[in-house]
């Protein structure tokens, strides 16, 4: 495996369900993001983990808990969500976050295709 | 506030060239970044650009301009594969993206 990998790639819930998404990088990078990207809208940053501590959270719903075990892993954890939050979640990594320079440039994920019902 | 503009779509013909504009307005700026998607899959990292000028990487070309707050990417030699969404993201005082919702290029024969 290469990248970064995203399990599932769709998930149908009920309002009332628990799931988690999962992400996985094999890039030997420092930092995930969690991103949710919505049709037309630009994308939303929802997490930051640098060395698996988290330094960005920007006013996610609690309804959204990320967890971060190991630089190489990271999940999303989803319980009583609403239909609004429908949409394509992105992972991402790179080499570092912060600094003027490429090693912020991300690599993404395929994506979790999240339906809330 | 910190804005984003760029077009929601275009179309270009096969074997032309292309240019995508994208103006921005953020709290500082440490750069601006091109990523281009296609649908149903992941964005991937296009260019680069935190000095003013052209940067070309083969049939792209990135151009920025820190005063007029203004970048654009430059498509030549247009290909069917070309059909994506392009994503301008700026960088600002803290390290942020911010993105801007995308233009979709449609590529006609």
């Known amino acids: 495996e290469t990248g970064v990998t995203q399990t599932p790639r769709h998930l149908v819930m009920g309002m009332t369900n628990k799931k988690s998404l999962k992400c996985e990088q094999h890039?030997?990078?420092?930092?995930m993001y969690w991103y949710k990207q919505s049709a037309k809208k630009p994308l939303e940053l929802m997490f930051v983990?640098?060395?698996?501590?988290?330094?960005e959270n920007n006013s996610v719903p609690s309804r959204f808990s990320p967890e971060c075990p190991n630089s190489s892993h990271l999940f999303l954890h989803l319980h009583t969500l609403q239909p609004e939050d429908s949409a394509l979640y992105l992972c991402?990594?790179?080499?570092?976050?912060?600094?003027?320079?490429?090693?912020?440039?991300?690599?993404f994920g395929a994506g979790s295709r999240l339906t809330v019902l | 506030g910190q804005n984003i503009d760029q077009p929601t779509e275009m179309t270009a013909t096969e074997g032309a060239i292309v240019q995508i504009n994208c103006t921005y307005q953020?709290?500082?700026?440490?750069?601006l970044f091109w990523y281009q998607q296609h649908a149903g899959e992941a964005p991937t990292f296009l260019s680069y650009?935190?000095l003013d000028g052209l940067e070309e990487k083969g049939r792209f070309s990135s151009f920025l301009s820190r005063s007029k707050g203004y970048s654009y990417l430059l498509l030549k030699e247009l290909q069917m594969k070309d059909s994506a969404s392009y994503l301008c993201?700026?960088?600002?005082?803290?390290?942020?993206?911010?993105w801007g919702a995308g233009t979709k290029l449609i590529i006609k024969p």
């Open positions: 991402a990594s790179s080499q570092a976050s912060g600094g003027a320079s490429g090693a912020n440039v991300l690599t």
């Open positions: 890039l030997g990078h420092n930092a």
């Open positions: 983990y640098n060395f698996k501590e988290q330094t």
């Open positions: 953020t709290s500082g700026f440490n750069g």
């Open positions: 650009n935190v």
């Open positions: 993201a700026p960088m600002d005082s803290n390290y942020q993206l911010i």
